[in-house]
Nanobody, 122 residues
Framework: QVQLVESGGGLVQNGGSLRLSCAAS????????MGWFRQAPGKEREFVAA????????RYADSVKDRFTISRDNAKNTVYLQMNSLKPEDTAVYYC???????????????WGQGTQVTVSS
């Protein structure tokens, strides 16, 4: 079992930045592909970004490409999401998740954190 705990969410102005962190425990962190998802009120959970086991490969949703950067530190069992140029439409609960492959499909992720709220004011 892998436990995931997100942190770093908060309230930020339009155009601002935040860095989310997700700390993993209870498993072999480096054996998992890690992803970030988000869910806005009344909407389905959507893929944001994913990173391979060694951090060599990444994948992003078109809506966040060139603004968000996913990274990981296997020595610290932590994955990060640096979010720049934030927009009000980025407002959502952000979740990290662990999978066996880089994929945008939520059903392919085996472990999930509890989420952290990101609110971008206009």
């Amino acid at each position: 079992q892998v436990q995931l705990v997100e942190s770093g969410g908060g309230l930020v102005q339009n155009g601002g930045s935040l860095r989310l962190s997700c700390a993993a425990s209870g498993g072999t962190f480096s054996s998992h592909v890690m992803g970030w998802f988000r869910q806005a009120p009344g909407k389905e959970r959507e893929f944001v970004a994913a990173i391979s086991r060694r951090g060599i490969s990444t994948r992003y949703a078109d809506s966040v490409k060139d603004r968000f950067t996913i990274s990981r530190d296997n020595a610290k069992n932590t994955v990060y999401l640096q979010m720049n140029s934030l927009k009000p439409e980025d407002t959502a609960v952000y979740y990290c998740a662990a999978s066996r492959e880089i994929t945008i499909a939520t059903t392919m992720y085996d472990y999930w954190g509890q989420g952290t709220q990101v609110t971008v004011s206009s």
